[in-house]
C-alpha cells in the first residue's frame, strides 16, 4: 500500500477513531448468512471485538440493503475503515458503497462532522500527492459514493489549481471523456435499452465543460483528440460523434 498522509488527514483518522470509539451494531443485527458466518456478524456486534482488514473492505462494499441497520454496521467498521484508506489501500466507487447509502450526513452532528471532515483531508491528500499508487478515477470515485454526490469532490477540486491538482484533472478527463459522451442507458421490460433521463453524470458533465476545460487548455499540453472530445461534449447528445474522426472512435 502507498499512504496519502498529510498532517489533516492523519488528524482526520484520530478524530473518526475517537467519535466512533465504541460504536457496534445492534443485538438484531443479523446481515446476510450466506456471505458471512455468524461469527462474523457478532464481530460487529461486539465494538471491542478485532476487525480483520479484509472483513472491513467487504463490508464496506456491500450495499445498505445487505444489512438490518447498514448506518450502526458502518459506524462500527469506520475507525479501521479510515485508517486503511488513508494507508493507501486500493479503492474505488465500491468501497463507498456502504458509507454513500447510510446517510451519515444525517448523523449526530459530531459524527457527521468527522466523515465529512476525513472525506475532504483524503480527497484534499490525493490532489497534492504527486504519484498516487491508484487512478484518479478510483480515488474520485469513492469519495464520490462516500458522499453520495460529486459536489463536495468537484468544489474541492475547484478551489486546488496548482501544478498537481491540475495534472490530475488532465489525465481524469482523460480517463472519463468517453463515458461522458456517451448517453447513460438503462434497460427496460417496455422499451429495451433507452437513455436515462436526466443523466446521472449530468453534474460532472457541467463542471468539466465550464471548469476543467478551460483549466486544461490555459496548460497547453492537451492531445488535440481530448481538447476535440470535449468540443464535441458540448454539443447535444445527438450531434456528438457524428463528425469524429474515425482514429479517434
Same mark, same amino acid.
Given at each position: 500500500?502507498?499512504?496519502?498522509?498529510?498532517?489533516?488527514?492523519?488528524?482526520?483518522?484520530?478524530?473518526?477513531?475517537?467519535?466512533?470509539?465504541?460504536?457496534?451494531?445492534?443485538?438484531?443485527? %443479523?446481515?446476510?448468512?450466506?456471505? *458471512?458466518?455468524?461469527?462474523?456478524?457478532?464481530?460487529?456486534? @461486539?465494538?471491542?471485538?478485532?476487525?480483520?482488514?479484509?472483513? &472491513?473492505?467487504?463490508?464496506?462494499?456491500? &450495499?445498505?440493503?445487505?444489512?438490518?441497520?447498514?448506518?450502526?454496521?458502518?459506524?462500527?467498521?469506520?475507525?479501521?475503515?479510515?485508517?486503511? &484508506?488513508?494507508?493507501?489501500?486500493?479503492?474505488?466507487?465500491? @468501497?463507498?458503497?456502504?458509507?454513500?447509502?447510510?446517510?451519515?450526513?444525517?448523523?449526530?452532528?459530531?459524527?457527521?462532522?468527522?466523515?465529512?471532515?476525513?472525506?475532504?483531508? *483524503?480527497?484534499?491528500?490525493?490532489?497534492?500527492?504527486?504519484?498516487?499508487?491508484? %487512478?484518479?478515477?478510483?480515488?474520485?470515485?469513492?469519495?464520490?459514493?462516500?458522499?453520495?454526490?460529486?459536489?463536495?469532490?468537484?468544489?474541492?477540486?475547484?478551489?486546488?489549481?496548482?501544478?498537481?491538482?491540475?495534472?490530475?484533472?488532465?489525465?481524469?478527463?482523460?480517463?472519463?471523456?468517453?463515458?461522458?459522451?456517451?448517453?447513460?442507458?438503462? *434497460?427496460?421490460?417496455?422499451?429495451?435499452?433507452? %437513455?436515462? @433521463?436526466?443523466?446521472?453524470?449530468?453534474?460532472?458533465?457541467?463542471?468539466?465543460?465550464?471548469?476543467?476545460?478551460?483549466?486544461?487548455?490555459?496548460?497547453?499540453?492537451?492531445?488535440?483528440?481530448?481538447? *476535440?472530445?470535449?468540443?464535441?461534449?458540448?454539443?447535444?447528445?445527438?450531434?456528438?460523434?457524428?463528425?469524429?474522426?474515425?482514429?479517434?472512435?
Amino acid at each position: 500500500m502507498h499512504p496519502i498522509t498529510t498532517p489533516e488527514l492523519a488528524a482526520a483518522v484520530t478524530r473518526v477513531a475517537d467519535v466512533f470509539a465504541g460504536q457496534a451494531a445492534g443485538p438484531q443485527e %443479523t446481515g446476510c448468512l450466506f456471505c *458471512y458466518g455468524e461469527e462474523e456478524i457478532a464481530w460487529l456486534r @461486539d465494538p471491542g471485538a478485532p476487525l480483520p482488514d479484509e472483513f &472491513v473492505l467487504h463490508v464496506a462494499r456491500e &450495499v445498505p440493503s445487505h444489512w438490518t441497520d447498514n448506518a450502526a454496521v458502518m459506524r462500527r467498521i469506520l475507525p479501521r475503515l479510515a485508517v486503511l &484508506v488513508a494507508e493507501g489501500e486500493r479503492v474505488s466507487d465500491a @468501497d463507498g458503497l456502504g458509507l454513500g447509502g447510510a446517510s451519515w450526513q444525517e448523523w449526530p452532528g459530531h459524527q457527521a462532522e468527522a466523515v465529512r471532515v476525513f472525506l475532504d483531508a *483524503y480527497w484534499a491528500a490525493a490532489l497534492h500527492e504527486p504519484l498516487p499508487a491508484h %487512478t484518479f478515477l478510483d480515488l474520485f470515485g469513492f469519495c464520490e459514493e462516500a458522499h453520495g454526490s460529486p459536489t463536495p469532490c468537484l468544489a474541492r477540486w475547484e478551489s486546488e489549481t496548482g501544478p498537481v491538482a491540475d495534472a490530475h484533472l488532465l489525465d481524469f478527463v482523460e480517463d472519463r471523456i468517453d463515458d461522458l459522451l456517451s448517453p447513460a442507458r438503462t *434497460y427496460t421490460s417496455q422499451g429495451g435499452w433507452v %437513455t436515462a @433521463d436526466p443523466r446521472p453524470d449530468a453534474e460532472l458533465i457541467s463542471w468539466v465543460l465550464h471548469h476543467a476545460a478551460p483549466r486544461i487548455g490555459a496548460r497547453g499540453d492537451a492531445g488535440p483528440d481530448l481538447l *476535440y472530445r470535449l468540443d464535441q461534449l458540448a454539443l447535444p447528445e445527438e450531434q456528438r460523434w457524428a463528425d469524429m474522426p474515425l482514429s479517434g472512435r
